[in-house]
């Protein structure tokens, strides 16, 4: 390789000594140019063809004014010339960032103002207008800002990137929050060199890369390849980021290794890379195969060979295709993995470097997982309330003499008073409205008869309150591994009969089915990073509520259901309710006779009240614990 021309190092200087170079180095710069353009004032012809640069009066025009958003909501400035030799001039003015180019001239096309608000930069106008025999493009901007600016070919790029500002004494936690993710988001890469700032105009690019080598004590290594010019303005920008806007600028990349950066065309580095990587893989492939047995602990050897041989590009097909496809996967081109089901074994062949890498990834898969015990509490509990007040009353009486009379509670009853001379009939009420309805059991009644000659009066009052309460804990527990699935069930079947056939004179043929009747616990549990438990869960508590009579078949039981289906994060050993269900019915009736059941007092002779209260709820309880297994 032909030796680059590398300057000896250079002695330790201040930075304002340094300063005094650079500027130094720019007024030469700029003089040698000066006196080049004085020295040949018209363009020169090559093979008969003019200067694609120049236009017919011999001065550059500005081709194009593009803005864009950059990286981290940077505003870029894009100025495109007709040709190479432009000389533009960048200062800071207030707010604005002012672009000078006296030697090129803006057509009257371009020379108009271009509002970019809406591409959220610091930058909120753009304007362009000649200025003498040159012309100035004026950035209006908002907020604070750091401006850089180089030229490449027949582009001058200018960048005005948004400052992060500092959140001020006693700000609110949100707002913190808020400005952080908003710098994170802002800034995809940060830079810690030391500020540097740079004014040339069309230096070779090997004197750039010197100079930045001696600000960051970095030794840069330049490819022969490294060739062209370059001009810059940078105003304290850090070091690393002034090399990344020179390599970017020129098409260049670096390798870094230690204190040694590389700088060459990314074709050149590209090409050095794939040779070393096909090197690598020719060395692979002439090392002799070695053979490992790794035991299984914790998990299955079937399990993990076909995560392993299910993975893309395993290798584990033998030879053929290109050594970037076979190198994708956990085994060289040449390894082979078997699983031994009986003895949970897995068999490794391969290079050395392969099979250290699958041990290492082996252990870390076969170990030993955490467990969580998961308890559940399903309560139901009732409050009934009941209560039933009636009467029945009656009145049975005959008057004999000329006209002959008879009272009771039908005219039947008055017949047989008649008839047979009865007093006292048997179903004679005139009221039958006794304490039933809501409660099943007697009512407690007192009655009072009044009997004389040819006349009867039965009274009896009857009343019954009813109250009850109950409460179902069930308490169903397991325990399971981390991610794995647990169910526990509880209950019992009921059989009932079911008929078949009977149609067209076949005979119908009983059955026996089973209704499951049942209290289950469905959980698959994953224990975060943090120390909680994930849950995907299925709680179901079903009852016998009564049956259903149907006949010479015997009968069908209804049957209660309660279930519900979710997924819930929970603290370690903290109890959480998942659900619950609230029903409350309150019923109420009259029965009375009109008119005699509305008299204050003696109404309630001729009247029945009822009156009912259900209360009933449902809740579930659920409680993780994580129970840690020791790590090896």
Partial sequence: MTASNVHSPLPFRRLATHGVCCLGLAIGLLAVASVATAAAPAPVAVAGKADPGRQATGKLEIANIDFKRGDGGAGRLI?????KGAMPDLRNQGSSVVVDVGNAVLPAALQRPMNVVDFATPVQRVDAHA????????????????????????????EIVPRAAQSAMGASASSSVAAGSASVAAAPRAYKGRPVTFNFQDVPVRTVLQLIAEESSLNIVASDTVQGNVTLRLVNVPWDQALDIVLRAKGLDQRREGGVVWVAPQPELAKFEQDKEDAR???DNRVDLVTDYVQINYHSATAIFKALTEAKGIGNQGG??????????????????????????????????????MRELINVIDRPVDQVLIEGRIVIATDTFAR???????????????NTGAISG?????ADIINDGQTTVPGGLNVDLPASGFIDNAAGALAYTLLGRNFSLDLELSA???????????????????????????????????????TSG??????????????????????????????????KKDEIDSFINIGNYGAVPQINKREITTAVLVEDGQTVVIGGVYEFTDRSSLAKVPFLGDIPFLGNLFKKKGRSKEKAELLIFITPKILSVAKR
């Fill in 506 to 539: 076949a005979a119908s043929t009983p059955s026996v089915q089973f209704k499951e009747a049942l209290l289950e616990l469905k959980v698959t549990p994953t224990i975060t990073d943090d120390g909680r438990v994930f849950m995907n869960l299925n709680v």
């Fill in 388 to 402: 039933d007040l009636g009467a029945r009353f009656g009145i049975a009486g005959r008057r004999t003499g000329t």
């Fill in 320 to 357: 053929g295709g290109s050594g970037s496809e076979q190198e994708n996967g956990f085994l060289s081109p040449r390894g082979r993995l078997v699983a031994d089901e009986r003895t949970n074994t897995l068999m490794i062949s391969d290079i050395p470097k392969k099979v250290a890498q």
């Fill in 79 to 83: 100025v495109r010339f007709n040709g």
């Fill in 281 to 283: 893989i020719a060395i």
């Fill in 131 to 158: 200025s003498g025999s040159g012309t100035q493009v004026v950035l209006s901007t908002n907020g604070a800002f750091e401006s850089l600016a180089y030229q490449t070919g027949n582009e001058y790029i200018v």
């Fill in 410 to 414: 039908s005219l039947e009853n008055n």
């Fill in 464 to 502: 019954l309150q009813e109250e009850g309460r109950g409460e179902v804990i069930s308490n169903p527990r397991l325990v399971t591994a981390n991610q794995r699935e647990a169910v526990i069930r509880q209950g019992r079947e009921i059989g009932y009969v079911t008929i078949t056939g009977g």
